[in-house]
């Protein structure tokens, strides 16, 4: 009887440990990403006003804190602005704080972002009625961002290269990074002399260690796309 063929041997591929993966996805900010600037929010100098937004395709969300210390705020008023780009939008202002009037309900158009941050900003300095008492008490505007990629671990001064960042982030939210986008240019063109500050919902999550946040797929999608797990509503 002849003897058996030799079995062909097959050459293993070889599988790449989380401490390899660890070696090569990013431990700091990519070197041609923008770095974070810390936020100062002292109120040394004076009253300081924070306002918050957070920006959707057709709304804005917003609300107005007084900053007590560095790291202690109150809020004194929030609100909705609904179907902005529509034939009728509509905004709900609410004062938060104690004797305060019931809240403010109008009916308008509202063609773009800027026409409702600006009915905000109507709002906010009534006079006699109104929780501000100059424009220039808001000296800080945040904001909400969906999607900050690899590049930001805190909440970040927003200046050209933290916008660009931003918008190349929005290929991974695109129906949330473009609004966020939108809010925070009308925003630097009603606040001209404000901070601008991004809060990001991925910042939380970039603490994943990579067996945490990578998938089970090729690791060129990761290292090409981006695609990985970040995680967000965590800011």
Known sequence: MADAPPAET?????????AEIQNEAPTD??????????????????KVQCLVLNAGS???????????TADSAKEIVCGLVEKIGLEMGSLKHEPKEAGDEKPVVIEMPFPDHKDALAKVIELLTEPGKGQ???????????????HGG????SATLIDDSVLDAIREAAALAPLHNP???????????LFPDSKQV???DTAFHLT????????????????????????????
């Open 10 to 18: 097959v050459e293993e591929t070889p599988v790449e440990t989380p």
């Open 29 to 46: 900010s990519p070197p041609d990403t923008p770095s974070e600037q810390t936020v100062d929010m002292s109120v040394e100098s004076g």
């Open 58 to 68: 057709s709304s804005l969300k917003y609300a107005l804190f007084d900053i007590l």
């Open 132 to 146: 501000v008492k100059s424009k220039a008490d808001i000296r800080v505007v945040g904001h909400r961002v969906v």
């Open 150 to 153: 690899e590049s930001f671990t």
């Open 179 to 189: 609004a966020n986008i939108s809010g925070i240019e009308v925003a630097k063109l």
């Open 198 to 200: 991004a809060v990001f």
């Open 208 to 235: 994943m260690p990579p067996e945490a946040f990578m998938y089970a797929i090729p690791k060129e999608y990761y290292k090409e796309q981006g695609i990985r797990r970040y995680g967000f509503h965590g800011s």
